[in-house]
């Protein structure tokens, strides 16, 4: 079955940086975009960054362009954020999920927990 597992959350100061990695499991990972969504606390999930099968082809939220880099590992099956110059509104549970079609995502993680904080 397919699974998605998210993992390198934690806290850091603001303008520290994370790596999230997602490890993907029972699909055919390098025939999907995979991408990375965030829940704040009290809010709705929303797009973080997405890649296409080959990390060629990339797309950000503006909240997160030129901060956070979304990159793949085709033969090791996984996904990662690198976020750097975090701020303290980029707190939230992080989660990985399968690309089905354009704007549909059709398997998710059970989510990491970052939090900016002093």
């Known amino acids: 079955q397919v699974q998605l597992v998210e993992s390198g959350g934690g806290m850091v100061q603001p303008g520290g940086s994370l790596t999230l990695s997602c490890a993907a499991s029972?699909?055919?990972?390098?025939?999907?975009?995979m991408a990375w969504f965030r829940q704040a606390p009290g809010k709705e999930r929303v797009f973080v960054a997405e890649?296409?099968?080959?990390?060629?082809?990339?797309d950000y939220a503006d909240s997160v362009k030129g901060r956070f880099t979304i990159s793949r590992n085709n033969d090791k099956k996984m996904v990662y954020l690198q976020m750097n110059r975090l701020k303290p509104e980029d707190t939230a549970v992080y989660f990985c999920a399968r690309r089905r079609a354009i704007g549909q995502y059709d398997f998710w993680g059970q989510g990491t927990q970052v939090t900016v904080s002093s």
């Open positions: 029972g699909f055919t990972f390098d025939g999907h975009v």
């Open positions: 890649l296409n099968w080959n990390g060629a082809d990339t």
